[in-house]
């Protein structure tokens, strides 16, 4: 959808942009003449720089060259005070080109244009907001995929916390009980540390997963906000996007609402939790004692597991989760769109897309040809 543009605005630009003009049509280059322009990289004073071919074609009416050659994504001709120039979207950045030998017209443009640009740009922001506002309540956006971020980082920590753990079993000869017995709580407690991180970085994962997950749901952008969605809590979240009759899905909430409360929660809220448990109270003839309810079973928080770690058997379930994921009937294909690191497009036309792959029970050609289209178009492989 276009971006609406008032009057106000768009004399506003007329006035900055007055010193461009366009080309003339009939003009032709001479050869040698691209070659013989001075080039200038953009890459650092120009801000936004994606919104340019925006504010100079699709708004001012500038001509544009759509992929002239290769590695050239657009270029926009136009004159400067009598000088020929152009600005261009190549691969590896926004190019100037200035055709003149004049050193001090060279100078003067360099440092001139991209503040007239910049300026341009910055005119379009509250416009540039209130129409992202706009698409974000139709729910027609894209969710950058960041999956295999979050999933490596949650890999990284359980991997270090395996690491630690192996280290705190390990036998060794030392004769020196004491130091030996130091060394392996040291790697308890390293594994204990890691543990907890590793906890984190899943339900990061799994939050930024239940998100991209709603695209194959049945999402309807006019029954419920993404916006809303992606601020709720992750238990809502699942409860959404997964059946709970299903008794897979309904094991792994409970599972994973202990496990929250256990860990990411309480070490979130600075180790204070609802059961009292970092209060203590006087009792006479006896001393401190724990404001914490009484419970036979409860050791999870006791010193001793905290210095010799845990035993690994939660992030096995957590994997066994993120694996039933990949072989559940309902997930198998936005599991494959979603570990293929594509972006999850919310618009009507792509969840049909989506709803159609589904129903082939397969999405791997999808995966590859699009990988390979997008591989293409940031190299610039025309």
Known sequence: MSMLIDPKTKKSLLNLLSGLEKPIKSRGFPAG?????????????????????????????????????????????????????????????????IRSKDRKIIS???????????????????????????????????????????????????????RKRNLRNIKTKEKDFAKSWNTGIKAGRESFYF??????????????????????RNFN??????????????????????NLIDGQFNEYYMFLVKLSRQNRNLYAHGKFSKDN???????????????????????????????????GESFQKLDKFLQLLTEHIDFKVSMQIIRGGLNIDFSPKERREYKKLMHSGDASEFVEHTNDLIDRYQNMDW
Request: with cysteine.
């Open 108 to 162: 003067r443009l360099s440092n001139q244009l991209p503040l007239i640009f910049n300026k341009a740009v910055l005119l379009l922001q509250k416009h540039l907001e209130t129409f992202s506002a706009s698409e974000i309540e139709k729910g027609d956006i894209i969710i950058v995929n960041q999956y295999k971020e979050l999933f490596d980082m949650y890999t990284f920590f359980k991997r270090q916390a395996q």
């Open 33 to 97: 003449f691209y070659d013989s322009a001075v080039k200038i990289s953009l890459n650092q004073s120009l801000q936004r720089g994606f919104l340019l071919k925006y504010v100079l074609v699709d708004i001012m009416g500038f001509p544009c060259a759509y992929q002239p050659i290769e590695k050239v994504a657009w270029e926009i001709d136009f004159v400067f005070n009598g000088t020929h120039c152009t600005v261009s979207s190549e691969k590896f950045g926004y190019r100037l080109y």
């Open 221 to 242: 952008p006019k029954a419920e906000s993404i916006k809303k969605f992606i601020f709720l809590k992750w238990s809502e979240k699942y409860k959404r996007i997964f």
């Open 195 to 216: 543990e907890q991180a590793a906890y984190f970085a899943f339900f990061g994962l799994l939050e930024h997963l239940l998100v991209l997950l709603l695209a194959f």
């Open 277 to 311: 448990s970092s209060m203590l109270v006087y009792l006479a003839g006896t001393g401190l004692i724990s404001a914490k309810p009484f419970n036979f079973n409860d050791n999870a928080d006791a010193p001793l597991f905290r210095w010799l770690g845990g035993s």
